[in-house]
């Protein structure tokens, strides 16, 4: 794909940014600026192409869960992972505490929503949490070459501050067993992992990384085996994208990510990674724009899984 | 009633005390001793009969919460405190949380369940938590007489240590904005307030105190309004005895407080306070021995509201 | 109490009818006459008074729940039907069919819910559905003296061909054994009952009849039993106000059952039966002028069970 | 893929026709053989390998409703379908009642739950009833040459007889505005598209024609578009299996739809259409031994869309 085309793209969906409001569950999140727009694209062959905004920092929110995911399924194997949290896609919105209690086995429904999240992060192996989030950010590093790639500490404190929705699944998952751990520190790592500072270039190449089977230059990235690869754009596919997940699935059809700070890290096996920011997001919590330019760049070059 | 018809009642309904089990959800509550069974009534007259272990210490547990009821209706006034709890009767189990997160408001349904009682807690005045656990302990013992009536420190800690489904209910009212003061002191009092011990004569002298429209002998008793009471013994009717408060309304027909620890509270409004202990309980949270001893009572005194 | 008072308290809330609206969930209930208002009460006496338009007729709609309970209680005893339905207040709106399922049992909670209701008549004893409905019509005519307390065949109608809501609480019940005769009798049993004309002196007598335990004139309704009438007034208290019970048992405190029609029945214990109609109803389907006139006679005559 | 390759995994997978149990929720499901077992593969170059019992013919239960979709959106196009219907997978159990209350638009969350699926079916264009299911067995007999599709009377009766949690699930949404057609006619329509009789031969030419894009011999079948092909295999990935379908996308990763009688079709894109037969089903609905063998040939033939 040529620069001037990705561009076309970006400029024919720069309308949708007036559409749906910043996410202001935390108030540093509001603060951000709402015409922001950008797109990166990482290619198998080492091409990185960029449009937009694309040097402007913002919060990974969201698409943190599924590093989290990475690193609990290298630290612990999927059975261990999955007798935690569930597999299946959940209709309901990400922060739902009453479906946990409904559900038998109060477990929570998979990784991608709040309370699988805070549980996944749980597990994540370290003596303190600051070990654990400095693992997070090495493993960051090493895939994006990004030496930015560390905490907003302005979006960690509103988050910490303001979460006592996640304190409320948290506990309630202390309560039934799922989370075994201190429950604080399972929630500071959460905090801090949703408050990590990225570009539309680092999702890209987090995605080309995905893309790649999980294939990176250091040596290090060789443990993030295959199936692992295959678990987590499993999830993302079928949950990635909050209670719109199956809605993408059919108009974009690739494994996608989002978050509520607008990003949207999506993978196109083998092929490629795309980084998306735009900041406006929907009742649902995904990036308006981002969508809509995610479902031009799968339509026009054929990305849908089951496109023909 | 003579002592030797509540002898008889009592005996009549040992029996029970094999059904059920003890409160295991906090530790030091299935230390008690099953074969605990002990009647009090205190009647209009003055007069006070005790049959079976009625010397026995027991904690409150959510007996507590219509004393705290009482408290935050006199700090706040009635108005105040239905525009944060409802008045509703549930048939949810007391301690849902998905019931919480259902309701448009997000309001709990009534002060009797865990999350009313914890934001009615949250409610009372003082300058710090020492401070309004005092407040409800000299109430107390204005009433009871009882300087007994205090903390069961071993219960307290197995409470605060064990409250995670608590901690999540409060935390969720905090994300809503149920609760506005501090969460972890709305927690202690809270769990304090289920810690206070008491004597099945305490219970019935509150009851007693009820049933006289909020009249006692000490002088600051006085502020507890005819329509305080009126409140509080509507609520204890319609949802006193957890989701068996409706059964318990047909068969029995009196208001009633009942606790995890196996004490109830029963009040025939210008009669008589019954104070009941039995340890075993059911499903719902109720004394099994405890209901069979009250709907004896009610049915051989007549007095169930509608009875002819 | 002498009219004039009454016409007092009528006039005192006439302002309310302009607040709520006409039930509209059948079309011919949206034809009725927002400013209707009319009082009742039969005194124990036999001293009637009716102020406002009480000779208007008006359909039962819920307030036939109660009929239902009474006939079903006659032919099977408490233990059999509140096998098939339960005793607990619910907290959700009156068709909910969510509660249905999320419940064990899947037994509606209660007689005067939508669902327990359509139960309770499916038990209701006789050969067809003729037979059943007019062994309910000479009920309520020996109560109330008026041959006119008939179908309203045109609401019947309505009903029938927009009650799909209704129909799938049944089946659904049906599917779980709940009701174990033919659906679609229970129903068209169900529609008709909820269709019969009354006059708020109707209403009146049968709270009258109420309040005196099941005692009236005719030598047949004998076969009302003390008990059965606790077990009606009981539930009439924790329930017969739809989800708005536990706040009118608060602050009126009588029990009474309404109907979305705009009538209401309260009984007060041996002192009278009251019978009200004002169409315009709240979102929880109580008349709204009628609940402010409730309320006002229950403070006024100090009908409250808790007052002093 | 060679015979005696699909017979290896055919037998190492016989083990499992002991766990779970035969369909009971109609009484002539529960007739079944339990050591059924029986594999086709339909290949993209014509050719088709069948092993163990592919002879015996089952009724297509909810596979059926892929091809109401198929249908639907041919008669009305994705917008109108999908605005009848939502995309979402839902972690429910397929015949919740509850789910359908609890969403604000009272929309299924997908065509393949029941409540979606007959809504679907009720949108099938046709003169009659006869009309709607002959046009679907026309076109099923187009695709799979099989003149024995036709519908299985025993099980049709059955279905009918016994569907009132699916009569309870359409009057709901009748009463929703959901289904606008004659509801008893949805669900006649209904209960014979889940009764046509299969062959596991059947099901893999219909996996073939759906791997390829829509493309089959008839010249009538060139009107389903890739488009609608594309919107049945994404639905397929997310929902198709149930409340485990997440699962499946992990373990298995293609598009693929069972049936309560132990049917499975599954679709490798471009490659291969298969169907499998074995009665015994998991808690979740799903054929135990089926899952098993499919994820047996999806490892070895390296299927799943993220496999390396």
Redesign the interface.
Known sequence: MKRDELEEILEANRYYIRGGKLANYIPELANANPNTLGITIAYSNGEIISVGNCEEMFTIQSISKIISLIMALQDHGHEKVFSIV???????PFN???????KESHKP??PLINAGAIAVASMIKGQNVNERFSKVCQFLYRITGNENVTLNRRVYESERETG??N??????M??TGVIKSD?EEALDLYFRLCSISVTCSDLAKIGLFLAM?GIGQGSQLKKVS?EI???V???M???GMY?????C??KI?V?AKSGVSGGILAVA?NQMGIGIIGPSINDKGNSIAGLKILEDISRRYKL?????
């Open positions: 569930g597999m299946e896609s959940s209709g309901e739902s505490v009453s479906e946990l209690e409904t429904l998979n006592d929705r304190r409320s699944l948290a506990y309630f202390k309560s429950v089977g295959p690869v295959q678990f754009l499993s999830i596919l079928t949950a209670n719109q997940s199956g809605e699935m059919m059809g494994p096996p849908h899984l089951f496109s023909k």
